[in-house]
């Protein structure tokens, strides 16, 4: 059995200005692994005529699947769809189907009349298997040549997730032997990239060729992902799940989480689990880690709410900072930081609460406290912990560093909070 | 004078698997834009000695700047640097300046111990010129080879714009005739792209061939960008700003934002030049709304604080929404929203506020309440304006778009207010 290859073409100029960010081809590329597919290569090209169609050409070289996203929409700079026509040798022709589809999101969704531009987009290559859209009015496009399949999808977000899981991925292992691809991922906490694989030198030198180990460092953490092939699925988790066995004893002392989980929702998990629940009194994450904790639907089990207490006054007003305490030691103190999490902890009757305070940059620092530094304090019914952290990143990254800290001591709170009632 | 381009190489397993979304190649896409390199390329490729030789080998013949990032760091998924070496026909050498530099951040920064495998990071092949990272450990690296140059830069986002911003965007102007590019942006909302384009059609079809007009949906709003290339920049912008001007004309009914700024940016300025202020009460963005107002540099100026209620006890104790309305009419209702505007303004003591409540999905739909039905209110000393919205997406769509509309009602209460106050 042969790997089965992907590639991604992405098309559109505002992806080569820098105008938007690509998020669809890291979940294809998620969705494909999960099948066993492998992707080899991921391109970007504009709205040019020629350079699309090389791209085509290169890609289908590399890959037994090629699939094409963005350039269908109804606008004049969307080039994709005539050229699709031109390269597998097809004539425009209307597909009924879809062109009632697009009418009936007219008529009866967006309740507005319909134009030519808009009927067109029912238009396809008369060689192509449509893929319905139920989540707008481009349809997918299948195209098949040489045993390699072509897929043509919107570049829409949602619309371009809705035919792949229910066109493109059921149909993948219909059509060819895909074989079994498994991962394994632990989150690590406290140690640097490079000790970490000082540390665990030996076990990686003696992994074997169908099992890789990559290194993910984000957000002051670093990920640790075990990669594997094989033809028989069985097998392979058995045998992967025994080397992920051995990777979590020798980085114990590190490890946070032993699933491919974001830290939010590993600590939702853990309230859940235990019906508690947690509040939060923010400043200089000005509701950062609020939306971290409710961005995860069924989060409304847990999260109760918070106080964003940008303004000075707002601590004192809202969360009981005393006067003193903001003249005396600031804003940015422990002090501070333990009387938010108590009141906020109070007034909104969570059994934990985080709060922060810090100066995130670039402006703000004085002389005793630069750029970076923070206090964070969690707090329980019986217990608060605080401490300060100095990171030394831009003002997007600060933040997250202080959400991902913050977040990783309510954790460890948590569990000795259930340690200690056993 | 010809255009001058460029490819990005992007290597690193992680991207091809998903698990993290490429960042960088948007930001250098920007960067190389402003100074008329066009981008012709991008192209991801894993850590695959072949399949990175082979992308070295086709972007060169595209491009005529190859900027190459990942695959530096001390681990050893990483291939990028010995394969550079062997791809330029070079000898691995100790980089003094560069060991000092990774000495000094370990001895006075990271206050640890230096190990060999951070040593290593100091060797580079001779024959590169080596572009200092004050930022992180790994060098960036310069070759030239048949009038072509390639950059290879660390992946961490914060290391890698460093190295860009100090050493390759102030180097690109000396070696190439790069010509001019300049955009200009606007944001309209409440218009369908379909529509839009019908609308400007006229105007699209009279563009020259060197000036190109692009539609940007985002956020249930579309942006248009006007791009334009040429020798001479005085003309240019002479003539990008005529079409400009024309464009927004055509488009008045619609239009929100003259310059490519974010919705937030655009509000933020509004007040700071007012030196107003703005609190919110969020219940299903769950403090969305207040990241996305704190998230920028200078935000204190004008964001007070929020209360976040996500759950309906707090929207009684702290935002007197009145428990006969919970019972009645629910929490996602005009009344709830209007009291939590109300309220929070009040409490926060600041000009304007903005309220939400809604249901963001999967969960939580009744008979009567959809998934995506949303109440917004926003309030200033003399008037609350409030308004329901259905949207049709996932989560976290339907957060971000709760979010771009609460804020554009909140543009045009401030820019109401201030007519009503002349």
């Known amino acids: 059995m042969d790997k089965i290859f992907a590639s991604i073409i992405t098309i559109g100029d505002e992806l080569l200005i820098g105008q938007v960010v690509d998020t ?3 979940w294809i590329a998620q969705e494909l692994s999960k099948i066993g597919v492998t992707l080899k290569h991921r391109v970007a090209v504009g709205d040019i005529w020629d350079d699309i169609w090389q791209a085509l050409d290169e ?22 769809k005539p050229l699709l026509c031109s ?13 009632e589809h697009v009418q009936h999101i007219f008529e009866n969704i967006l309740k507005r009349p319909m134009i030519e531009r808009n009927a067109k987009q029912a238009e396809v290559p008369n060689n192509c298997t449509v893929l319905k859209n139920e989540k707008g009015t481009a349809p997918g496009m299948l195209f098949k040549r040489d045993g390699k399949i072509f897929v043509s999808l919107p570049g829409v977000p949602f619309e371009m997730k809705w035919i792949m899981a229910n066109h493109v991925l059921p149909m993948i292992p219909q059509l060819y032997e895909t ?3 498994e991962h394994r991922t632990l989150l690590t906490a ?25 290194y993910l460092p984000n957000f002051g953490m670093v990920r640790l992902r075990l990669s594997g092939w094989g033809s028989d699925q069985n097998i392979l ?3 992967i799940s025994s080397f992920f066995d051995s990777l979590k004893e020798l980085v114990n002392e590190y490890l946070i989480i032993d699933e491919d989980l974001p830290i939010e929702v590993a600590v939702g998990n853990l309230l859940k689990a235990r019906n508690e629940t947690v509040s939060t009194a923010e400043s200089c994450t000005g509701g950062f880690i609020a939306h971290m904790l409710s961005i995860h639907p069924g989060s409304s089990t847990f999260f109760t709410g918070s106080i964003i207490s940008y303004a000075n ?5 809202m969360l009981d900072v005393s006067h003193k305490t903001l003249t005396t030691v600031g804003a940015v103190s422990e002090e501070a930081v333990i009387q938010m999490a108590k009141t906020v902890r109070n ?3 969570t059994h934990y609460s985080i709060a922060v305070s810090g100066i995130m940059g670039p402006g703000g620092a004085t002389n005793e406290k630069p750029v970076g530094l923070v206090w964070i304090a969690v707090a329980s019914a019986h217990k608060v912990v605080s401490k300060s952290f100095g990171f030394r990143f831009d003002r997007r990254r600060n933040i997250e560093l202080t959400t991902s800290n913050a977040l990783n001591m309510l954790r460890a709170l948590i569990v000795d909070n259930s340690r200690e009632n056993i």
């Open 179 to 181: 074989g079994f691809i």
């Open 237 to 239: 988790i058995h045998e």
């Open 313 to 317: 006054i707002i601590k004192e007003t």
């Open 24 to 26: 669809n081809s890291s």
């Open 87 to 99: 390269y597998f040798d097809a004539q425009m022709v209307v597909h009924q189907p879809t062109l």
């Open 59 to 80: 890609e289908s070289k590399l890959a037994d699947i090629i699939i094409i996203t963005g350039g269908l929409g109804p606008t004049a700079d969307d080039i994709t």
């Open 347 to 349: 007034s909104m009757n």
């Open 190 to 214: 406290g140690i640097g990239e490079s000790f970490l694989a000082e540390m665990i030198q030996s076990f990686e030198k003696a992994l074997p060729a169908h099992i890789k180990l990559a």
